[in-house]
């Protein structure tokens, strides 16, 4: 069964501090993976998206890395600031026959950056 | 502004109404998608289309329904047959095919029934 899995649930970190997300997937099989911000009541947007081929892509103070081999990505997160305080999610595509690449969602992590 | 539209923010519905929640994007897509996001949940499909006046059932499709005459919209028809309506609900395009290719979301519209 295809599955994306993401820890913490929930996280509070002070302003200016690091932080590291947690995604493991169980997608088969695999075409990419993105993280998305979702502020409350918004749509996600992207933050970054990785190929196969790809174990680090950087975007501003966030870093994203994938482990394909053993299916786990992680979202860093740098110098945080109070904007930062939403739900990031991990989103597995699969590929599938005929161009569709279907999307399967983690639970997402929720931060609160607080000052 | 290039970009994916979703209307109304937020909609109230009485018990044994169908609602239709709009969704319009102009950025050529041909791929469009409906999603639904629980608190604690991951977004679940609902219905997605890859082509003008056509489309597919995605995981939750039950109580659903979507059109899809024009490129840039499909709306989404929430019916009586839903049991549990209330949710946030998101529509999404993106082009079809390749590894690399990227979905982009609308605002979301929050349906609560009363």
Known sequence: KNQVEQSPQSLIILEGKNCTLQCNYTVSPFSNLRWYKQDTGRGPVSLTIMTFSENTKSNGRYTATLDADTKQSSLHI????????????????ANRFGGYNKLIFGAGTRLAVHP | DGGITQSPKYLFRKEGQNVTLSCEQNLNHDAMYWYRQDPGQ?????????????????????????????????????????????????????????????????????????
């Open chain 1, 78 to 93: 740098t110098a945080s600031q109070l904007s930062d305080s939403a739900s990031y999610i991990c989103v597995v595509s």
């Open chain 2, 42 to 114: 991951g977004l679940r499909l609902i219905y997605y289309s890859q082509i003008v006046n056509d489309f597919q059932k995605g995981d939750i499709a039950e109580g659903y329904s979507v059109s899809r005459e024009k490129k840039e919209s499909f709306p989404l028809t929430v019916t009586s047959a839903q049991k549990n309506p209330t949710a946030f609900y998101l529509c999404a395009s993106s082009m079809v095919g390749g590894a690399g290719t990227e979905a982009f979301f609308g605002q979301g519209t929050r349906l609560t029934v009363v």
